[in-house]
T-cell receptor
Framework: GAVVSQHPSWVICKSGTSVKIECRSL??????MFWYRQFPKQSLMLMAT?????????EQGVEKDKFLINHASLTLSTLTVTSAHPEDSSFYIC???????????FGPGTRLTVL | GENVEQHPSTLSVQEGDSAVIKCTYS??????FPWYKQELGKRPQLIIDIRSNVGEKKDQRIAVTLNKTAKHFSLHITETQPEDSAVYFCAASSLPTGNQFYFGTGTSLTVIP
């Protein structure tokens, strides 16, 4: 139980294009989903927290117009990196939390490379 | 906000020895402390967690201790095996009001066969 999937697992795109990453809770309803960014050999940096049906809460320094988050249902959240640039290249990981548990379950991550 | 510090950043141990990773936190309202293991290129996986009403929790070779007064908690791995090699992250959260997990900077553990 408590499986979280992410798609795509990796993506390469040209500078200026937009990329959408999906995060799904497969066997539970996620009351809250989180989006993290992780640089090599570094910790998880929280970008935003999203609750189903409401606007995401962004962490300080994260541009909400650049990183669009939509939590349309209790099992799906999407992160869209708009007008991607090479500095947006990173490992993006989502996590989800259901109402019965305190912990967060992580997706497998998406490796984004912007050329 | 909460600040979680984690030490050491790297740790090498011989197979069969014990490994200890320590974390401190600053917010006395934090009451939930999970530990995650992340292998290279993979997702973080919960390995053990502890709540503030408990001082110690053990699961086979893994144990976590919590000292609320000193605001620190530790992960103990006994009889280490090569497959324990990974990056370990501690985190703190103040549930149920606080959704956010504040992560430590991670410890890269290498178990030498």
């Amino acid at each position: 139980g408590a499986v979280v999937s992410q798609h795509p697992s990796w993506v390469i795109c040209k500078s200026g294009t937009s990329v959408k990453i999906e995060c799904r809770s497969l066997d539970f309803q996620a009351t809250t989903m989180f989006w993290y960014r992780q640089f090599p050999k570094q910790s998880l940096m929280l970008m935003a927290t999203s609750n189903e049906g409401s606007k995401a809460t962004y962490e300080q320094g994260v541009e909400k117009d650049k990183f669009l988050i939509n939590h349309a249902s209790l099992t799906l959240s999407t992160l869209t990196v708009t007008s991607a640039h090479p500095e947006d290249s990173s490992f993006y990981i989502c996590s989800a939390r259901g109402g019965w548990t305190d912990t967060q379950y992580f997706g497998p991550g998406t490796r984004l490379t912007v050329l | 906000g909460e600040n979680v510090e984690q030490h050491p950043s790297t740790l090498s141990v011989q197979e069969g020895d014990s490994a200890v990773i320590k974390c401190t936190y600053s917010d006395s309202a934090s009451n939930y402390f999970p530990w995650y293991k992340q292998e290279l290129g993979k997702r973080p996986q919960l390995i053990i967690d502890i709540r503030s009403n408990v001082g110690e929790k053990k699961d086979q070779r893994i144990a976590v201790t919590l000292n609320k007064t000193a605001k620190h908690f530790s992960l103990h791995i006994t009889e280490t095996q090569p497959e324990d090699s990974a990056v370990y992250f501690c985190a703190a959260s103040s549930l149920p009001t606080g959704n956010q997990f504040y992560f430590g900077t991670g410890t890269s553990l290498t178990v030498i066969p």
